[in-house]
């Protein structure tokens, strides 16, 4: 069994989820940081201009209903100046509601942000932090949604329902005291009631329309997924002359999708319809009121029409409470999935008392390691020295366990059993990061960054040196090829880096190896994509920086590890043979046969 099969053996394991309440708790930790003022006055500022923002609100309908009772008196005879002055009010009100509505959000626009950009930091740096396996156990692409829906969750919450709903609570609260105190307890009775009756509606056919949303979006992501499916596998359509089976299919999906959006915009008009008739029947009843209040003289034309705006005003806002309800539910659920992600621990931590490395020639040794992915063992009582500065090659066929020795190095797992050492200290007693800042690695599969080459070439160092980007470059035989290039070292190499071959991904990988300038280089099929030639000079360049280095070699073609001073032939897990190249070729077993086949390979040739 290969080392990726072992991985695939063990199961997934997925974060606890926490429950909505601690999620909003982390949340509140990030809006009000211990000891940071300018989050508190910002906070402070934002609800003062909320509150002076709500005050102008109130005072808008009442201006409003000023003018209109000042020149409804006599309309022949009236203070042009006074109705000016009364306008002038009027306006300055809705202005400043405006401008403290702007004002909140402008304060509070960075305590929202800083929050967002925290708990996504924190995040993304603890995905870091954890081991391997928890990666291998994930799609990449689920992980970064994670961080992206719940900081939009978190933003979402902050900064729209945060500075629309409370203050949509603190204006329903105001008008109904102002209605109870200006013109009588049942004015702030139905009002109240019809929010109610209004919100407990919306709410509940909201909840009741989430699952047509979802089938509506579920059939989308099936729609896209196949047209997505069917267009990257554009040339086996061809070969099958396939286009109308595609076709057929992409528009079953569609339909679909037709059916369900169909179903939730039927339901959409149900929600809009009942919203629409208890504003209307609530509006109906309080402007019955105030007329009755006008036929027996206690309230004049003005009163009316600040009635009749005050309710507008109120009721406008809650066009959007179904719309806002469902996004708070999924903002809440986006941050209860990025949160979750923080209560992962890692399988490999730093223990209390870790030490950096202190490298004193780089001596390495496996004593009695056992490591297992799953049930099967992948290692078996695996012993081995490095002498400091030696060069020792791992051999063996596919699955042997040669990469996993590169990966407990590098300590993204622990053995099971036994134990690891560099220069005398435990792996285990190390800081990770001490660690892996002495050893560099070239792997057999090169991924890299969509950024330039001389960027990837530098990856790890404090700056962008570019003598010695160059220099590592013309070591890794990388230097003419960069040189034939438009752009030079500034040429973007494309996601993953698909716009290199795999050979020049290699040589990448060999000079950024160089500019490390490591104690330990760890060479896992270093020249695997290279073709015979440039693999001498490469393996040329690698000799020469890793002389007097202690370095371990995993290796394929034998013909790259004949100068190295041991070489472990692997089956199973375990060290069969071990010896130099000579010395094993004398022996004639599993390595003189490997040598044979591979020479075999290499002369035979194909005939046209």
């Keep these: 069994m290969s080392d990726q099969a072992a991985k695939l053996d063990t199961p997934a394991k997925y974060p606890v989820r926490i429950g909505v309440g601690q999620a909003l708790f982390e949340l509140v930790r990030y809006i009000s940081p211990r ?16 509150s002076i923002a709500r005050a102008s609100t109130l005072i808008v309908p009442l201006a409003y209903g000023w003018v209109v009772d000042f020149v409804s008196e006599d309309p022949f005879a009236f203070d042009i100046s006074v109705m000016w002055w009364l306008l002038g009010a009027y306006a300055l009100a809705r202005v400043s509601q405006q401008f403290f509505d702007e004002g909140s959000e402008y304060v509070f626009v960075r305590v929202a942000q800083k929050a967002v950009h925290a708990a996504a930091l924190k995040t993304f740096r603890h995905l870091h932090s954890l081991s391997l396996k928890f990666h291998l156990d994930r799609q990449t692409g689920g992980l970064t949604r994670a961080i992206e829906r719940g900081a939009k969750g978190m933003e979402f919450l902050l900064t729209f329902a945060l500075l629309e709903v409370m203050p949509l609570i603190i204006e329903l609260i105001l008008v109904s005291a102002i209605l109870w105190g200006l013109f009588g307890f049942y004015y702030a009775l139905v009002t109240v009631i019809t929010v109610i009756i209004y919100a407990t509606y919306t709410l509940t056919l909201t909840e009741w329309r989430i699952k047509f949303r979802r089938r509506m979006n579920d059939a989308d992501e099936k729609a896209a997924t196949r047209a997505v499916d069917s267009l990257l596998n554009y040339e086996t359509v061809k070969y099958f002359n396939a286009e109308e089976i595609e076709a057929k299919r992409f528009s079953n999906a569609l339909k679909l999708y037709e059916d369900a959006a169909v179903v939730s ?38 009163s009316f029409v600040v009635v009749n705006t005050y309710l507008i005003q109120l009721y406008l806002p809650l066009n959007f409470l179904g719309y806002i309800y469902r996004e708070i539910r999924q903002s809440v659920a986006d941050m209860e999935r990025m949160f979750s992600l923080l209560t992962e621990d890692p399988d490999i931590m730093d223990n209390q008392k870790a030490a950096p490395l202190r490298i004193s020639g780089g001596r390495i040794d496996f004593e009695n390691i056992t490591f297992s992915y799953g049930p ?29 020795i590169s990966k407990l190095m ?39 960054f969509n950024t330039t080459i001389a960027e990837n070439i530098a990856y790890g160092t404090n700056a962008l040196d570019m003598d010695a980007v160059r220099n590592a470059a013309r070591l890794a035989s990388l230097d003419d090829f960069i040189s034939s290039l438009p752009d030079g070292y500034d040429t973007k190499v494309g996601e993953r880096g698909l716009k290199l071959s795999g050979g020049e991904k290699q040589r990448v990988a060999i000079a950024r190896a160089i ?11 270093a020249t695997s994509a290279l073709d015979s030639h440039t693999e001498k000079q490469i393996q040329q360049s690698l000799n020469a920086i890793s002389e ?7 290796a394929h073609r034998l013909s790259t590890i004949v100068s190295c001073d041991e070489i472990l032939v692997l089956v199973k897990g375990e060290i069969v043979e071990r010896g130099t190249h000579k010395t094993l070729l004398a022996k004639k077993g599993v390595y003189f046969d490997m040598w044979q086949r591979q020479a075999s390979e290499s002369t035979q040739t194909i005939p046209s």
Excluded: H, W
Aim: hydrophobic share 45%; charged share 20%; glycine share 10%.
């Design 410 to 448: 590098f300590r993204f797992y622990d053995p099971d059993t036994g134990d690891i050492r560099i220069d005398g200290q435990s792996l285990r007693d190390l800081e990770q990061s001490s660690l892996r800042a002495e050893i560099a690695m070239v792997p057999q599969d090169t991924v890299l």
């Design 548 to 554: 007097e280095r202690t370095t371990l070699i995993i």
């Design 376 to 404: 099967r063992a992948v290692l078996k009582n695996l012993s081995f020295s490095v002498e400091a500065g030696k060069r020792v090659a791992l051999v063996g066929p596919s699955g042997a366990g040669k990469s996993t």
């Design 35 to 50: 000891g940071n003022r300018e989050v508190m006055t910002r906070t402070l500022l934002a609800l003062l201009f909320i």
């Design 515 to 525: 500019l490390k300038n490591p104690s330990i280089f760890l060479f896992d099929e």
């Design 265 to 302: 915009r039927t339901s959409l008009s149900m929600v809009n319809v009942g919203q629409g008739l208890i504003i209307s029947i609530g509006l109906m009843i309080v402007m019955g009121l105030a007329g009755q209040d006008i036929k027996a003289g206690n309230l004049s034309i003005g």
